[in-house]
């Protein structure tokens, strides 16, 4: 009897599938979605534009740009890139001290740090994340989405608005939160976002409700983006002044766009290449600064709207840029007329389903130094930007982590029939633990003979290479004989004083490389098994 065989995706099925063109039904989700996610950008463009202190159109026009070419070519399908305020607040000084035509210039030669970034597959070490920091970057962007809408509930000359304004404002703000929760159980031919919005708009037009629009912030209209070479001099004191913001963009840029990339990717159970997202990142910026946009990276907040919403494929993101693009030449009289009310409110619902409720739970439940990263993440990203919290919780991530470890070190004493003291080490010997290991031996009390037996140790790094060798001149100081036993073929070779007293024995000797070098990677690994290099 025949059993059916599953037969490979073919060259072209494969790019169906990627670009959501495998049915009807999958691309009018992946159309609907992606135009729900233009209809959300205009304003988040527009707003850090203004943060920056440039044109509108130079946050448009990087918000169609970048989207467009991270949504061909990005490392995740249905990842949403565009101008963010991540990295507007550090455009602004550049802006500010020496113009705009820097600006472009800097967000080129930060595209070209992104792209290097991406071929020499810096992307992987995103993956040294730990899940306490992904916590605390959910909350802090959630947080910071949070408060980027309460802007909008000022008038034109920066009050807050009172009275019957403000209770209109935010009864379409709930009213547009209530349609999105509400229409799923109703209906899913369009996403909810998009019919929130579409409901509130007609409501305020029929009514003619005096309610802040999306022309009230700035005109969107505008023609083609132009090829434009920054007007900018081409000096060594040029490079000098934009290459500190361009480092501090990319590096800000591609972090957000890595842990946005690994949140979407959670959340419908796919994968994403990295890499490939870093080239694809610098090579839209690097095209957006020769086209008079500010630069951009994944924006979490409209990634969300485009997830939930249905978006899982290229093509919504490829909607979304192409419909901003056309909301600029043909459609920004009607554009202007969407209340802010109703993408406020879509906002406040992608800043409900970001934010990781479940972390409350969690208090009481995981160590307390886990608590604190969670806790100091968020704040860190919500005062200053997320680079910075990223940075300093992995850093305190793996401090904790190295004292942790290092107190795992420790050693059984015993005295064998010879007389012979035997200290069997367990735990890593390491940077971390070198201390607690020389803490362990007392040379001037210890009898004539000493065994140290490491077949329940492993040695990481020259650290502990450099505690063994130290040990051995202490025990050879007092006149005493040092043995040591089961120590990898690696760890002697790499011995300097104590090489010439360890015992070798083949049949038990662990087999573990110190540091092994795979691909220009030094990585700590057990080579029990055949040792592969990491493919990403």
Request: contains cysteine.
């Amino acid at each position: 009897m025949n059993h059916p065989v599953n037969k490979p995706q073919t060259r072209a099925a494969k790019w169906r599938e990627e670009f959501g063109l495998t049915s009807f039904g999958r691309f009018r989700i992946e159309s609907f979605s992606g135009l729900t996610v233009a209809l959300a950008l205009v304003p988040e463009a527009v707003a850090f534009a203004f943060v920056a202190q440039v044109n509108p159109l130079v946050g448009l026009y990087a918000a169609f740009i970048v989207g467009l070419i991270t949504a061909l070519f990005g490392g995740r399908p249905g990842m949403i890139s565009g101008a963010t305020g991540a990295l507007a607040v550090v455009m602004v000084s550049l802006v500010v001290n020496h113009g705009v035509e820097y600006l472009f210039g800097t967000v080129v030669l930060m595209g070209i740090i992104q792209i290097i970034a991406g071929i020499t597959h810096l992307g992987k070490f995103i993956r040294m994340v730990p899940h306490p920091v992904m916590l605390g970057f959910v909350n802090g962007l959630a947080i910071v989405i949070f408060l980027a809408q309460l802007g909008q509930f000022k008038d034109s000359s920066g009050e807050w608005l009172v009275g019957l304004s403000l209770y209109l404002m935010l009864g379409l703000v709930f009213l547009t939160m209530a349609v999105i929760y509400i229409m799923p159980k109703i209906t899913k031919v369009i996403p909810s976002p998009l019919a929130a919005i579409l409901v509130v708009t007609f409501l305020v037009i029929g009514l003619n409700l005096d309610s802040p629009r999306v022309g009230d912030l700035a005109s969107i209209a505008g023609g083609l983006p132009q090829f434009h070479i920054p007007d900018m001099p081409f000096t060594w004191e040029s490079l000098m002044i934009i290459l500190p913001y361009a480092i501090i963009l990319s590096a800000i840029g591609l972090i957000e766009s890595l842990l946005t990339l690994n949140l979407v990717c959670e959340m419908t159970d796919t994968h994403g290449g990295a890499s490939r997202e870093c080239t694809a990142q610098g090579a839209a910026n690097l095209v957006t600064g020769f086209f008079g946009g500010m630069g951009g990276c994944a924006m979490i907040g409209q990634s969300m709207i485009n997830v939930k919403s249905g978006g899982r494929t290229r093509l919504s993101g490829i909607v979304a840029a192409l419909s901003l693009l056309a909301f600029i030449l043909f459609a920004s009289g009607l554009i202007e007329q969407i209340p802010l009310a109703a993408l406020i409110g879509v906002m406040f619902m992608v800043v409900i389903g970001t934010f990781a409720w479940n972390s409350f739970k969690l208090m009481g439940k995981i160590p307390r130094h886990d608590i604190f990263v969670i806790i100091f993440v968020t704040g860190i990203t919500v005062a200053f930007d997320l680079a910075v919290a990223v940075v300093a919780g992995v850093i305190i991530s793996a401090l904790v982590f190295a004292w942790e470890t290092a107190k795992r070190t420790h050693a059984t004493k015993s005295i064998d029939e010879n007389g012979t003291k035997i200290y069997k080490l367990s735990g890593p010997l390491f940077f971390g633990s070198v201390a607690s290991f020389s803490e362990l031996f007392d040379p001037k009390n210890d009898p004539d003979d000493v065994i140290v037996d490491f077949i329940d140790s492993r040695v990481l790094d020259h650290s502990g290479l450099q505690a063994i060798d130290a040990l051995a001149v202490r025990y050879e100081a007092a006149g005493k004989k040092l043995h040591l036993r089961h120590l990898s073929a690696d760890c002697r070779r790499l011995l300097n004083k104590a090489r010439k007293i360890v015992e070798v024995s083949v049949l038990t000797d662990p087999a573990y490389g110190v540091a092994v070098d795979y691909d220009g990677n030094y990585v700590v690994m057990n080579t029990a098994k055949k040792a592969l290099p990491e493919v990403e």
